[in-house]
């Protein structure tokens, strides 16, 4: 099992945090997700490359792209939901 820290984008509160950490926490060969809200930074251990890329590919799912990605006005948008959602969940 890898761990790693990646930046990512559009990350505001506690409510996205705790959006991240449900959505990831679901995902298959992921385990030990953690947000840091000061520093933007997703944190987490998975088993291969292919449980890494659908991390990458959730997180953009909910609006929140890793640092360096487009950052469109959709993922905009939907990192917001995703903060209501993670706010109204907690």
Request: with cysteine; aromatic share 6%; hydrophobic share 30%.
């Amino acid at each position: 099992m890898k761990s790693i820290s990646i930046n990512i984008q559009n990350l505001k509160c506690h409510g996205c945090a705790n959006t991240i950490v449900t959505q990831l926490s679901k995902l298959d060969g992921i385990s030990k997700v953690t947000v840091d809200n000061e520093t933007d930074e997703v944190s987490f251990s998975y088993m291969d490359e292919t449980n890494f890329d659908s991390v990458k590919k959730k997180l953009s799912d909910l609006g929140y792209p890793i640092a360096g990605e487009t950052n469109s006005l959709p993922k905009k948008a939907k990192s917001f939901v995703s903060c209501a959602v993670g706010r109204i969940k907690k």
